[in-house]
């Protein structure tokens, strides 16, 4: 039995497949219509989610199957004090596949290893989304081409913005990828990801704070909400949420073809003006989100459809 808690939990080889499959899927939705048949996927949300959940949902009834799970911890025995491991230990008897989000790192791999299905890690903490990566990728590998030579912006919350981190974890194993990390200095990247990730794969990265001086040389811009959710106290997340936003008069200085992508939920970081350039790659990416989702619920069902 197989679990995602990190985007390096596939090798590149298996995300090449993945995409592979994302893009037939795409193609040919009919094809896959009843691999699920039969299937059960859980979606235990401790954390607030639109699009994770929704396209979770989306993906498994896309393949035939059928979904359960609650949408808040509130919503659960959680408020009652049951712990993680003894949900997953219940929901492995109902379900045959689950999706956690916990706000508190490593909830999702705790649950992995007393569950009896598989675990994919939704989102934990300010830690990883390796689903939001899955998706990530595919998106530029679907729209640019290719995952090597690539000079890739990352502006915003650096620091606590967990689908930044699982990326940078995710393309450090391509050729030719240089990234610039835009951010304010108190929402620069962790440590970890700067020394054990960038610095030990000996990948060339700068760190900087302007969003104009960098907008010109980026094949990619990667931008991202500051996390409200995270921050300890209301007067550092008010000075800092308005720190960058994407606007027409920004979209001026950056290349024709530069794409522009976020995660999303969206708050002011890009302007309105900005989604109806052709550069502005967002929504599609969410889009991708389903066929991502549905690539790896089949892959890790070991679910093949000839
Ligand atoms: N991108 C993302 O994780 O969005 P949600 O928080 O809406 O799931």
Redo the contacts with the bound molecule.
Sequence with gaps: MRHLMSPLDFSVEELEQLMNLANDIERNPKKYAHACDGKILATLFYE??????L?FESAMIRLGGKCLGFASADNSSAAKGESVSDTIRIVSCYADICAM?HPKEGAPLVASLVSGIPVIN??DGGHQ?PT?TLTDLLTIHSMKGRLNNLTIGLCGDLKFGR?VHSLISALVRYEGIRFVLISPDELRVPDYIRNDVLKANHVEFEEVTKLEDALPNLDLLYMTRVQKERFFNEEDYVRMKDFYILDKSKMDLAKPDMLVLH???RVNEISVEVDNDPRAAYFKQ?QY?VYARMALILTLLGIEVQ
């Design positions: 607030p989610s639109t699009r994770t959940r396209s989000r939704a989102g989304h939001q689908t995660p999303l939920p969410a989100g």
